[in-house]
């Protein structure tokens, strides 16, 4: 087990990507520090009028500990189909068949 690493990002620390969050004002950030003692900080920021940007949660995920959660978050984010959520997705349109009615004009079914 590594020594305890500070809440915040030290210089040998590469930052990896900053994501939006899914609500305005939020985002997160993905470090990583290299090396056979390595690991990933992922800090969650919100941001508020006055403060500015700042870090709610930070959490330090060693590199034993990583190599056993990545496939786990895999099969995670296969339990979650994208573009099915809060109803978002394709739109179903009515499917038109043709029938003929008794004058012989086509019909749409829907």
Same mark, same amino acid.
Do not use: H
């Given at each position: 087990? @590594?020594? &305890?690493? @500070? ?5 040998? =620390? ?9 609500? $305005?004002?939020? /985002?997160?950030?993905?470090?990583? !520090?290299? %090396? &056979? ?5 992922? !800090? !969650? +920021?919100?941001? /508020? =009028?006055?403060? %500015?940007? +700042?870090? !709610?949660?930070?959490?330090?995920? =060693? ?14 984010? &296969?339990?979650? $189909?994208? %573009?099915?959520?809060?109803? +978002? %997705? $394709?739109?179903?349109? $009515? ?6 009615? =008794? ?8």
């Amino acid at each position: 087990m @590594c020594e &305890c690493q @500070c809440v915040f990002p030290n210089a040998s =620390e590469e930052e990896l990507i900053t994501i939006s969050g899914t609500e $305005p004002g939020t /985002a997160m950030r993905v470090f990583a !520090q290299a %090396g &056979c003692a390595g690991f990933v900080r992922l !800090q !969650q +920021y919100a941001y /508020a =009028e006055g403060i %500015g940007w +700042y870090v !709610q949660k930070s959490m330090v995920i =060693e590199r034993d500990v990583l190599e056993v959660l990545i496939p786990q978050l895999r099969k995670a984010l &296969c339990l979650m $189909p994208k %573009g099915k959520a809060d109803g +978002y %997705g $394709p739109i179903p349109f $009515p499917r038109i068949a043709q029938q003929n009615n =008794e004058a012989g004009d086509i019909a749409r079914a829907g």
